[in-house]
């Protein structure tokens, strides 16, 4: 029986940044649904430099908290890790240029144009204008499954596309740009090849509540648990 999950929340924390508080309670909202603890543990930037792998091995999934970040290629290297790896992540707001990086790097092997990664990682703390739009999912994606319906009001100040030869590009490696708004921009995307891999360019932090979390962070969870029971499993497995 798994009574607990461990849950690393990426990112360096600052109790004046105003999404690293909310970030603490989303999680909060979830522990009256699920019957089994969960825990979150913060990880900065510093930790993620050496052995990504020892670092995060103990954690069931990640959440990929707001920047700026102290050390930002110390993050690219922990999103290539968890990619890779098959931990269940997701990352929401602005941290989805980070994740684009490592896509389009590592995925697609894009390496003709290097990003400043310096310059992307100052961006993370300008706050801009933020709206409610209607956000619509492709059945059958990983964010449909979260929601289970075709349609969500979320908060974001993002207006994203990207050129089609690149969104192609990423397409046949597995990648689903999975959400968009009336304006068909991009709203959210996802590694298609990996169990729960969800990188959103609104914000779940501003809709969730104790009565009603985010169902993007309770999806995150759920994948958390069964992450942790296979892990379980295949320990006791080995003892038999």
């Known amino acids: 029986m798994c009574k607990f999950v461990n849950i690393a929340i990426i990112g360096d924390y600052n109790f004046k940044i105003k999404s690293h508080n909310q970030t603490n309670a989303v999680f909060r909202h979830c522990e009256d649904h699920f019957e089994i603890g969960i825990n979150t543990f913060w990880i900065n930037s510093s930790e993620l430099k050496e052995n990504v792998d020892d670092t995060l091995k103990k954690y069931s ?62 961006k993370l703390n300008i706050h801009n204008l933020v709206e409610q739009k209607l956000v619509y999912f492709d059945e059958g994606s990983q964010i449909f499954d979260c929601y289970g319906r075709r349609t969500s009001f979320e908060y974001t100040s993002e207006a994203f596309q990207i050129d089609p030869n690149f969104a192609h590009n990423l397409k046949e490696k597995g990648v689903n740009f999975s959400g968009s708004d009336d304006q068909q921009f991009i709203q959210s995307m996802e590694y298609g090849n990996n169990s729960f891999f969800i990188s959103t360019m609104f914000s779940p932090l501003l809709s969730s509540t104790v009565a009603m979390p985010h169902p993007l962070l309770t999806g995150l969870i759920h994948f958390a648990v069964e992450t942790k029971k296979k892990a379980t499993e295949v320990d006791l497995a080995h003892v038999g």
């Open 61 to 122: 999934a990640v959440y990929l908290a707001n920047g700026p970040y102290k050390h930002p290629y110390a993050i690219l290297k922990a999103i290539k890790h968890i990619r890779e790896a098959n931990i269940p992540f997701l990352a929401t707001d602005k941290t989805y240029k980070f994740v684009l990086m490592d896509l389009f790097e590592h995925v697609i092997g894009f390496r003709a144009i290097k990003p400043d990664v310096d310059v992307q990682n100052e």
